[in-house]
Every structure is written in structure tokens, then in C-alpha cells.
């Protein structure tokens, strides 16, 4: 287990997955484009949508972080189902963060926005990134096992290292912005309003 979980190993790994990074990037800017584009009344439905979710999420860290594990663990399973379900839950999530800031800027000022979303988010947005990076891992897998082709990595240590991408970068980006979340974004925000 110690060889799987080590950061240049994740980072090697990381590196020749290195196209389905590049698919996580541009599929989660487009929808952030999107959520920016679409038209007001949507983006305010989109806004009290995720106000609904969000009020069922106990205010602390433990709160945040357990919501948080929840949905990049979700996005990562997702990949059993040939990451449809991935693509589905990021899509929405990254479509919101574009309507948020949208519609958060106008109404409370530019500052306020990206208080609001840039502390916690400068760890959150990257571990959903990589949730969605291992859900991809995840199914490119299972097409291996199932097609029996030859790669260059087996199906277990894809595997392995979605495992890895999990423990050693998603969870300590999912502590810091829960952290941040709790203690700084309300200090920020609060400083902005007065």
C-alpha cells in the first residue's frame, strides 16, 4: 500500500492521464461559460437551488467537509457508469458556479463575489476537478477490462491510483476548504459588507 500512496507516483500517474485532465478542464470552463450566459431568471432559479441544498448542510467543518466527501465521492463512483453520472453532478456543479458569480457580483459587488468564492474555492474547485479526473480514471478501467485490450497501465493500478488521487490530494483539498469555508469566507465576506 505504501508504494501506491506516494505523491510522485499520483503525480506520474497524473501526468501520463494527462488528456483526461484536459477534458476535466475544458468541460468544467464551458460549463462555468455556460452557467455565466444563461439568461437572468436561470441563473436565479440555478441560485435558489443550490440555496435549498445548501440549507440542509450544517455550518461547520465537519458539515462542509462530510457534504463535500459525499459529492466528489459520488462523482468519483460515477465512474462505474462510464462517469455519465460524473459528467451530470460536475456539470451542474460548474454551471451554478458560473450562475453564482454572475448574479452574486451585480447584486453584492465584485469583492463580495470573490470572497464569497475564491478562499474555499481556490482547494474546493480543484478536488472536484480531481473527483471528476479519477471518475474518468475509474471508467477508462473498466473499458480496459471489459474491451481486454493492452495498455500501458492495468486496470487494477488505474484503479490503485484513483484510490491514491483520493487519500493523498481530494481529501486534504476538501479539509482546507471546509477550514477556509467556515473561518475565513464569513470573516471576508462580513469585512465587504459593512
Same mark, same amino acid.
Given at each position: 500500500?505504501?508504494?501506491?500512496?506516494?505523491?510522485?507516483?499520483?503525480?506520474?500517474?497524473?501526468?501520463?492521464?494527462?488528456?483526461?485532465?484536459?477534458?476535466? !478542464?475544458?468541460?468544467?470552463?464551458?460549463?462555468?461559460?455556460?452557467?455565466?450566459?444563461?439568461?437572468?431568471?436561470?441563473?436565479?432559479?440555478?441560485?435558489?437551488?443550490?440555496?435549498?441544498?445548501?440549507?440542509?448542510?450544517?455550518?461547520?467543518?465537519?458539515?462542509?467537509?462530510?457534504?463535500? $466527501?459525499?459529492?466528489?465521492?459520488?462523482?468519483?463512483?460515477?465512474?462505474?457508469?462510464?462517469?455519465?453520472?460524473?459528467?451530470?453532478?460536475?456539470?451542474?456543479?460548474?454551471?451554478?458556479?458560473?450562475? #453564482?458569480?454572475?448574479?452574486?457580483?451585480?447584486?453584492?459587488?465584485?469583492?463580495?463575489?470573490?470572497?464569497? $468564492?475564491?478562499?474555499?474555492?481556490?482547494?474546493?474547485?480543484? #478536488? &472536484?476537478?480531481?473527483?471528476?479526473?479519477?471518475?474518468?480514471?475509474?471508467?477508462? #478501467? &473498466?473499458? !480496459?477490462?471489459?474491451?481486454?485490450?493492452?495498455?500501458?497501465?492495468?486496470?487494477?493500478?488505474?484503479?490503485? +491510483?484513483?484510490?491514491?488521487?483520493?487519500?493523498?490530494?481530494?481529501?486534504?483539498?476538501?479539509?482546507?476548504?471546509?477550514?477556509? +469555508?467556515?473561518?475565513?469566507?464569513?470573516?471576508?465576506?462580513?469585512?465587504? #459588507?459593512?
Amino acid at each position: 500500500m505504501k508504494e501506491i500512496l506516494n505523491y510522485p507516483r499520483l503525480l506520474r500517474a497524473l501526468y501520463r492521464e494527462k488528456t483526461i485532465f484536459l477534458i476535466a !478542464v475544458i468541460f468544467t470552463s464551458l460549463m462555468i461559460l455556460t452557467g455565466a450566459l444563461l439568461p437572468h431568471d436561470v441563473r436565479k432559479s440555478l441560485m435558489e437551488m443550490l440555496y435549498e441544498k445548501l440549507k440542509d448542510v450544517e455550518f461547520s467543518v465537519t458539515g462542509i467537509f462530510m457534504n463535500n $466527501i459525499r459529492s466528489t465521492g459520488i462523482i468519483m463512483l460515477g465512474g462505474i457508469i462510464f462517469s455519465v453520472l460524473s459528467f451530470i453532478l460536475v456539470g451542474l456543479n460548474f454551471l451554478v458556479l458560473g450562475a #453564482a458569480m454572475v448574479t452574486l457580483a451585480p447584486e453584492h459587488g465584485t469583492a463580495f463575489m470573490i470572497v464569497s $468564492i475564491l478562499p474555499h474555492g481556490i482547494f474546493e474547485i480543484p #478536488a &472536484i476537478l480531481l473527483s471528476f479526473v479519477g471518475a474518468m480514471m475509474i471508467t477508462k #478501467a &473498466i473499458s !480496459v477490462r471489459i474491451a481486454g485490450r493492452e495498455e500501458n497501465v492495468s486496470a487494477k493500478v488505474l484503479l490503485l +491510483e484513483t484510490f491514491a488521487l483520493f487519500v493523498l490530494m481530494i481529501l486534504p483539498l476538501l479539509i482546507a476548504a471546509a477550514v477556509l +469555508e467556515v473561518y475565513l469566507t464569513p470573516w471576508l465576506t462580513g469585512l465587504i #459588507a459593512k
